[in-house]
């Protein structure tokens, strides 16, 4: 199930054209055009109204919205007010951002934040910027995102602008949160909940209050949860906020797994109030296809028609809908899931197909260039923190510098206080000039040392990624082969082995070192998928040590696959003997773990006669990668060395090759 926390509100510059006070509902609305037919000049204050009646239609009538936007800056135009026109520039990027039309919303944004530099309104800018992070945050750009929402609390801080602060807290929460890091997240989206206690905004305090309860639901603490849902929600039905009571019954909805009933009724409820103000808008999209999913597992235990017919309704209008607006996240998650019914429906041909749609957009999304460059960001705003603080320091320090100077002339005509008052200056000088000496040395030093770290884990990562996409591209096309030749059985055990073995791909291909009990499993699911694709041509037999405790055990991802497939292509693909057999051993010392890989196969030597482009390429990039690897790993950790073997059988052990990797044990902490 999919839990959306985009509460990207976007920014209502009101306090850049000077409105104070602020209603909401129709009632509101009707009162502001009442208001709106007295004025009978065109001028600034009249302009003001409009922009207020376009407000308080945001979350009501959006084609509303959009009319009296259009009124408003083409009035502002008319009698060349810049301020108004900046803001109803930002008023319009987040309306079309809303309708999922992200990149009008750009525009708007960028011509909004061009006047407002013009005009120096620091505030407003601020509030470009963080409108501009949020589209690219629901485009699924975390990096830009986290990027201008520094920028802009940067700016926000330096005016003492807390309002502004604290939606950035909640935005910046919320790229924490959709990379799966909840303590920070947690963490921000306190400080705007405070932050907006302290302001007394009601409209803020019920974003927040649903965020902190979608980080609580995210980490499975439900009763932590309940209770800022339902503040949340209070809130915004006496807001008659209909988008955020929508967001906020759809993330209720997913605290009830256990009852699909309950759990669809507020799904139910959600869709209906998300279907009167924005049915495009990206928690509109998530909470359809959390009913298509919803239907979808209890297809699984009734088996009843009726329900896979409605979950096949909802999953594809959401993923529809995600097309229609480019929202590749909802696009992917939901592709896997109408993948998934598809599957156990029997429609095993538009199952890959969107299967392979889901796992392209997946591959693209959650790439680790993405969370490189945030924990980037992060740390460069860090740095850049302490470098203005230490910068103030030094202005302060100058100016005690200059009173001190300034009593040293009041009592000059005293020689024995000028020398000494000199001599103190001097000293002071070159201690200070020491300790800056030392400092830069020592932060060259730590950059050196965080550069080699990068580059040890950014060439892990590629050399990781590099081994992925040629074997799935291989299981993939035998299982479209079974499935044109009709053979939906062999096709489905397939599918399902690799599903299993993806997921645990891609879930450990987040990480350096995974559970060597996940690793063990991948390496069996990747052994049963050759058996299978090459007809069983050969057998293959795990064995380990029943004394190794694998769970406490970390490994580096897929090490040892290398060395399967290696025995696969160059030992078993070209013998033509019988009982051809490949046996994966798995031994302990007491600090070290031994990975042995045996077949008998036609050997080292013989295979080099069967040799072709493709086996030379998959050879070298396997078995190379597997020793950069190592020296990589090596070199990290120059106390505890892995090493790799790989010969020809002896006389007395047979035929075939033994591959030998060793590895020190690396225990998981508790």
Known sequence: MKLSIIILIPLLLISAIEVNGQKHGLKAIDSMKAVLKTYKTLDSARIKITYRISDAYRNIDTDSAMRYAEQGLA??????????????????????????????????????????????????????????????????DDARALENSFKALAITQAIDDKGYTALLYGNISDVYFSQENFKIALSYSLKAFRTYEQLNDLSGLARSADRIGSV??????????????????????????????????????????????????YLTMAQQLFDETNPLHPNSITNLGNIGTTYTRLFFKTKDPRTAQKATFYLKKAVAASKQVGDRDNLGYFSGELALLQENNGQYQDALLNYKKSRQISDSLYSQESKNKIASLAAQYTFRKKEETYKQQQQVSKLQMRQVYLYGALVIILVSSILIFLLNRSRIRHLRLKNEVQKKQAEEQNKELINRNKLSESELKAIRAQMNPHFIFNVLNSIESYIVENDSKTASRLVQKFASLSRLILENSTQSMVSADREWKALQLYAELEVMRFNKQFSCSFHADPSIDLSRILLPPML?????????????????????????????????????????????????????????????????????????????????????????????EGRGTIAKLTLPK?????
């Open 560 to 652: 040892v696959q290398p060395l399967i497939e290696n025995a696969i292509h160059h030992g078993m693909r070209n013998s033509t003997a019988e009982n051809n057999a490949i046996t994966i051993s798995l031994e302990q010392t007491e600090s070290i773990l031994l990975f042995t890989v045996e077949d008998n196969g036609i050997g080292i030597d013989e295979a080099e006669k069967f040799k072709t482009f493709s086996a030379i390429k998959s050879k070298s990039i396997g078995l190379s990668s597997i020793k950069e690897r190592i020296e990589i790993f090596n070199v990290m950790n120059p106390e505890h060395r892995a090493q790799f073997e790989l010969r020809n059988k002896r006389t007395s």
């Open 75 to 140: 009035s502002a135009k008319k009698i060349n007010w810049p301020r108004g026109i900046a803001a109803f520039y930002d008023h319009l990027g987040s309306l079309y951002s809303n309708n999922g039309s992200y990149e009008k919303a750009i525009q708007y944004y960028k011509a909004s934040l061009k006047i407002n530099k013009s005009i120096a309104n620091k505030r407003a800018e601020a509030g470009n910027i963080i409108n501009i992070g949020s589209v690219y945050q629901r485009q699924g």
């Open 216 to 265: 609580y639901l995210a980490t499975k603490k439900l009763k932590e949860a309940e209770p800022y849902f339902q503040q949340s929600l209070k809130h915004y039905k006496e807001l008659d906020d209909k988008m955020g009571q929508a967001k906020t019954l759809s993330h209720i909805a997913l605290m009830h797994e256990g009852n699909a009933n309950q759990k669809l009724e």
């Open 666 to 670: 690396v225990f998981r902490e508790n």
